[in-house]
């Protein structure tokens, strides 16, 4: 038996290395290629290691005014929106899950359908500025308070746990929104940490919403900022296009950046996911823990 | 006799304190689920009163009214072409390769969680979120760079070891589009979309494997029996999900794959949109195309859950 | 359960004061603007001139920037000058995009100033004001650059006899320079000159002196394999087949999404340059059709996109381009290796037979034109600002600099100065100095000459900036070719003994309509895309002559005698009006 499994767990992890291999060089390529010379990277002399190494790149985009404040709206729409979300999602995932709900099949009806609402992007303006959305902080964050997919995900999941713990909650007196807090929540947590990752990383790269919406320069995301970054360096090329500049006497090839400012970009949004990434997978770990208390 | 009045009595306290429960409790699931309802109603319905821009000659700039009423045509418009239905054949041919696809998430995260390796495990979890993060402009750039017959790597290998005579050009290619589009969402994906089966794992009771195993059940009966039907409340909702979602593949990666060898085959419907609603610039034609997904769609999702009734007994309602 | 909690509120608080600092910023920055609007305080700026009138803020729709920088204020000295100068915080929108500019539009929330593309006029005619009776005040260099004629064109075409939009980069005197035909035959000059300057008149000859040239080079200085032409496809197929035969012959193309008529620039006549066999446009594929035949063309042209075909180019993989500006990218790269006599020919291609050089008449403006809001709360500085950048001062102050500082003007010859020329040699200068950066809303051609005078208003194109540029080192090959040619100056290359043609495009464009109605823009969208994928397999036909006959048999049953239709009727208005 033990032998069997022995090579089991080899093959298994041999699979799974050569997918992760798959996955992972594209990434390191992409790292490498930002902190090496750009002239390199075209010629294709960058493959295993860096080239001519410099943090130029970074730097660049470091020293972007307003980078920091980016960095701070950034990350506090995407905990804060990320919050909201799960508050008011679960909060519905819950009551929907409840029989004595009036019209409870309805509201959840109600809620898968808008997962393929979309009703436009004049309509999202009107209603935005309708309710004096735009141009500030809660635009970001309010929209997506309910979220279809987790209310789906997160119900699904608290219909097939055990109501043995509620109902003993229940005769004691508690009232559902604490037993909600204090007893399904917990017992839900993997679905709930899955749910948090899938919206956190779109709030972290949402940017269409500034884009449209928000000039106020104080409320710039770290996305749009990157992408106004990356549209100054191709406007170069364009306007070299257009005769306007004459490329022959630009130091440096400017024309080359174009690809080493996509690579730090993506560096840069992802680095923070991957330093928080491991954070959330404990939450996923951990409902191993309560999953088994729950008996 | 009286421990049988004591348990009468406690029953009737127990009754009552249940049914008095149930009036509270139902008073407070109301106040629970309507700032809920009205965050969905203002934010998902609200906007749908602009599908009836659909319905006029409407331009921003112009007050709607004042526009012409204009009844089904842009919706005639839009659908009268006679490449719409090499566009839908293309649209549904790509859903339906990843529908099929969607079992593959399934048994990576199965076989992922059965590494004993607890360090390991991760590591490859994480690594195998990462091409999700990677954008599709990047992602082109680097098919390019391996695929391209002129100095693409994989050409390059090949032709330096003489197992070609030529350069090949996948990404040229029009029979083989398909699969290689998926091939690359796979990739793209898998990773990400297996966090919610490695979570619904981690959500089953150990007691269960446990029991098992003392029965004297090996891995494989294991993973038959107690892991799948963990999975399968999951899988069915996200495949019922994708069903309605059919026509929804998404743009930016045919966009950028798209060129005109393989363009008959590679265009779909996300991308035929973009490209009317920049020439035409076109507001309520989009709008209408937008509507006409949006009830192909629910109907879709609701044909498929009635099957899953019949066939499971299992509704996504 | 203690320890979770503490980590989630520490989180929390971290969100939290992150949020607070942008809520407590952005009441800063609303206050400042707000206080920039009521409060009419007197606030001396450092060394300013005597301003009695309030400072206000304005905004400022943009056409495309010629550099793009994010929105909101503009950081160059030149927006600081002008700001400074009318007493106003421009809070400019850079990015301007058809989305955009409709969500604005739909919510009815317009800037003071916007410059928009002439397509959309038509849905903001009810949104902006009337700006004539603010001429007379505020927009004397209005009237005075710009000719009556034009003004009541803009009154009638586009205003219902108001004045509500303006056209913009109309031209006053001009242009300096004829313009050449930017698609041609560039080749590597070094390589050329090995071959004894081989005569190219015709499109054959181009396609034998490359292959020559490859014989000669197959590989590039890093041992990499030439190709002849790298192209690129995701721009569709017009950048192929829509600008190099075609000027040859004489005549530009226009017309809806499909450009469907090849126009003479001279004489109007016009036809179907898709069903006319010997049209420029069949004329360019026949020669890519040559070319590929001929083993010059880089497979992965049908696949990759212009950033990569433009990384080819600027690692010097490419021999040769009838483009221009990717040329400049293989110079650099050579340049890079300090390799300053050898290079590529770059500003103008080598003269072929036919027509190379054109003058453009004068024009009643591009694509862009200005408005008003009609809820702007200050129309007449509005109208003062959109007024400067009509006037003289304005568009030599948005080109060049600011005066005293950039350039300066001793007895009517203006110079840079050697603050200029050292700000130019950084590649960002549009973006940090700004010079340039707001062509795109000038009021007036920038080809063109100073009014009433023989300077040119882009200080370039002055004698002895053109002289000065020469004489540098980097320049050393443009200065062998140019007198190869026996020019003065690169751009003067004269037409072997041609004389420069007149090109009366521009008097005819503004009375066409700028795009198709919906039913032919339709069919004119099919085409296009039946064309992207066509082309690509003309090119590789073995039989170019019947693949063409198919393609046009196929474009017949498409529909294109409507569109045609449509144009024609629309010619024949807009000669009759012509004349």
Known sequence: ?295 | MSTNNLQVNKQKVYMAKRNKGMDSGRITLLLMAIPCVIILVVFSYLPLAGWAMAFFDYKPGLKMLDTEFVGFKWFVFAFDDPELSNVLRNTLVLSFLSLLSTPIAVIFAIFLMEMTNSRLRRLIQTISTLPNFISWILVFSFAYAIFAPGDGILNKVLLNLGWIPKPLNPLANPDIVWYFQTAISIWKSLGFGAIIYIAAIAGIDQEQYDAASVDGAGRFKRMWHITLPGLIPTFITLLLLNIGGLLNTGFEQYFLFQNGLTQSKIQVLDVYVYRLGITLNNYPMSTAIGMAKTVISVILLFSANYISKKLRNQSIF | MKRRMGKWSTVILIAALAFNTACANNNREQKNNNAGEQAPTNQGETGAQENPREKVGLSFWAAELWASSPPGRQEDPIMKHIEEKFNIELDMETQPSDEKLAAILATNDLKDIMVIPKKNFDQMKSLVIDMEPLLEKYGQDIKKNISPETISYYKEMFGDGQLKFLGSEISTDGPVLPETIWAGPYVRWDYYKELGYPAIETPDDYIKVVADMKKLHPNNEDGKPYHGFSLWLDWGYGILADHWNVRRQGAEVIGGLTNILQIDRESFEYFNKYTNENSGFWADLDFWNKANKAGLIDPDSWTQKYDQAVQKYNTGQVLATYINWVIGGSNSYLQSKKIYDKGWTADNPIPMSGENYYYNTANKGQNFVYAISKDSKNPERAMELINYFYSVEGVLTIINGIEGQDWVNENGEYTYTDTYFENEKDAENALKFGYRKYANQSGLDITGFIPGTKNPLDFRNNQSYMEIQLEKPENALKKEITSYYNAEFPNKIPPKGQEYGKTRIAELSPLLPPSEPDEIKLISDRIVNYLNQEVIKLILADDFVAHKAKIIKELEKMGIDKVYTFWDGEMQKALSELN
């Open chain 1, 1 to 295: 038996m033990k032998k069997r499994d022995y090579t089991f767990q080899m093959i298994n992890a041999t699979i799974f290395l050569f997918f992760a291999f798959l996955c992972i060089y594209p990434f390191y390529y992409i790292f490498i290629a930002s902190v090496s010379d750009a002239q390199a990277v075209a010629m294709g002399e960058v493959l295993y290691f860096p080239v001519g190494f410099h943090l130029d790149n970074f730097k660049s985009v470091l020293k972007l005014d307003g980078i920091l404040m980016a960095f701070g709206i950034s990350a506090a729409r995407t905990i804060i929106g990320t919050a909201l979300m799960l508050f008011f999602s679960i909060m519905l995932a819950y009551v929907v899950t409840k029989n004595i709900l009036p019209g409870r099949k309805w509201i959840y009806r109600a809620t898968v359908i808008t997962l393929f609402f979309n009703a436009g992007l004049i309509p999202w303006f009107v209603i935005m500025k309708t309710l004096s959305l735009n141009n500030t902080f809660w635009l970001y964050v309010l929209p997506g308070m309910i979220s279809p997919f987790a209310v789906i995900l997160i119900k699904t999941y608290m219909e097939s746990i055990s109501t043995a713990l509620e109902e003993s909650a229940l005769v004691d007196g508690a009232g559902y929104f604490t037993i909600l807090w204090r007893i399904t929540a917990p017992v839900c947590l993997p679905v709930i940490a899955a749910v948090a990752v899938f919206n956190a990383v779109s709030q972290w790269n949402a940017w269409q919403d500034n884009f449209f919406l928000v000039s106020n320069p104080n409320l710039q995301t770290l996305q749009l900022m990157l992408y106004n970054y990356l549209q100054q360096a191709e406007s170069l090329a364009r306007a070299a296009m257009q005769g306007n500049i004459n490329l022959e006497n630009v130091a440096g090839n400017k024309q080359l950046d174009s690809f080493s400012i996509k690579t730090t970009i993506t560096m840069v949004t992802v680095f923070p996911i991957i330093l928080v990434y491991p954070f959330m997978q404990k939450f996923i770990v951990k409902g191993i823990m309560l999953g088994s208390v729950k008996g």
